[in-house]
């Protein structure tokens, strides 16, 4: 199992920038892919940003020009920069792994979630 705490959220200003940090523990080694959701309310979980082990990434589109996630493989940690923050980016961003063990027949491919952290901008 892989538990994820997430880090680093908080209120800041139109404009301004902020970084949230994810820690992953328990068995980090069937983890292929981590990254970050986020969920505004009264909207549907949407797909900010994932880095598999390669270091390959994906961006939503309206975020990729001003968010950028990374990892450190080190301390399995991943990060999400976000600059030039805007109202509409009030969210909570949750942390996402996933897993893969066995092959064939035998794959199992697993998602975990953090509890989120929250992330305001005011205008």
């Known amino acids: 199992q892989v538990q994820l705490v997430e880090s680093g959220g908080g209120l800041v200003q139109s404009g301004g920038s902020l970084r949230v940090s994810c820690s992953a523990s328990g068995v980090t080694s069937i983890i292929d892919a981590m990254g970050w959701y986020r969920q505004a309310p009264e909207n549907e979980r949407e797909l900010v940003a994932i880095?598999?082990?390669?270091?390959?990434?994906n961006y939503a589109d309206s975020m990729k020009e001003r968010f950028t996630i990374s990892k450190d493989n080190s301390k399995n940690t991943v990060y999400l920069q976000m600059n030039n923050l805007k109202p509409e980016d009030t969210a909570l961003y949750y942390c996402?792994?996933?897993?893969?063990?066995?092959?064939?027949?035998?794959?199992?491919?697993?998602?975990?979630w953090g509890e989120g952290t929250l992330v305001t901008v005011s205008s």
């Open positions: 880095i598999r082990n390669d270091g390959t990434t």
């Open positions: 996402y792994a996933h897993s893969s063990t066995g092959r064939g027949r035998t794959y199992i491919g697993q998602a975990y």
